[in-house]
Nanobody, 121 residues
Framework: QVQLVESGGGLVQPGGSLRLSCAAS????????MGWYRQAPGKQRELVAR??????NYADSVKGRFTISRDNAKNTVYLQMNSLKPEDTAVYYC????????????????WGQGTQVTVSS
């Protein structure tokens, strides 16, 4: 009943920028939190950034370079990535904690399909 669709990945040179988008759709009553995770080959999935109505937090490795933001009217979260490094190369996944359903009594974590970000010269 809820879908997350990501866009914006690609290939970029070190020092470059990319912006990821993730739009949620379906019988959404409330989005409690949205975030971005990433998984590099051979590594565990890790939190990159997360945003709620009152707070944002970032992985230490991206602080000062990445910015997460949210458009509540569009049920969309963005990740602006600047000063990209080769170590940022990974599949980036959108995540959302959503209350949904006809009566809003259902709540679950949802994931997008992932978008590849490659930082290379």
């Amino acid at each position: 009943q809820v879908q997350l669709v990501e866009s914006g990945g690609g290939l970029v040179q070190p020092g470059g920028s990319l912006r990821l988008s993730c739009a949620a759709s379906g019988r959404i009553i409330r989005i409690n939190a949205m975030g971005w995770y990433r998984q590099a080959p051979g590594k565990q999935r890790e939190l990159v950034a997360r945003i709620t109505s009152s707070d944002t937090n970032y992985a230490d490795s991206v602080k000062g370079r990445f910015t997460i933001s949210r458009d509540n009217a569009k049920n969309t979260v963005y990740l602006q990535m600047n000063s990209l490094k080769p170590e940022d190369t990974a599949v980036y996944y959108c995540n959302a904690d959503i209350s949904y359903g006809t009566f809003g009594n259902l709540r679950n974590d949802f994931w997008g399909q992932g978008t590849q970000v490659t930082v290379s010269s």
